[in-house]
């Protein structure tokens, strides 16, 4: 267990970073991961934007797990009439790492 909470941490830090390719590689594993299907970094598709979904939980501590957790059990009424259904096949470890970049792009639109 403590071998995974090592793990989360070292990719937070990692996912955490908004230049170089912190961000490339959590625009690929949204790719990878079929995020990019209802979801778009700056435009809305089926879901929200990405980066309004940074905006929003802007300087919540708890963001992060939060948004890992709605992505893995889905959501419903957060922004609008169309649920997200539960992505069980992201690991904890990718749901944590997308929600870490996710809200990295809040910082990203200021450069």
């Not at 929600?99 to 792009?105: E, F």
């Amino acid at each position: 267990m403590r071998a995974a909470v090592l793990t989360l941490g070292a990719v937070g830090a990692a996912s955490a970073q908004t230049t170089g390719g912190a961000a490339v590689d959590g625009l690929a594993l949204a790719s990878q991961r079929q995020c990019l299907g209802c979801h778009q970094v700056d435009a809305r598709r089926v879901g929200p934007p990405f980066r309004a979904i940074a905006e929003r939980f802007q300087g919540r501590p708890e963001a992060a797990d939060h948004l890992a957790r709605m992505m893995r059990e889905g959501s419903r009424g957060q922004w609008g009439a169309i649920p997200m259904p539960a992505q069980t096949r992201l690991s904890d470890i990718d749901a944590k790492r997308l929600a870490l970049w996710i809200l990295s792009l809040k910082d990203a639109a200021a450069d």
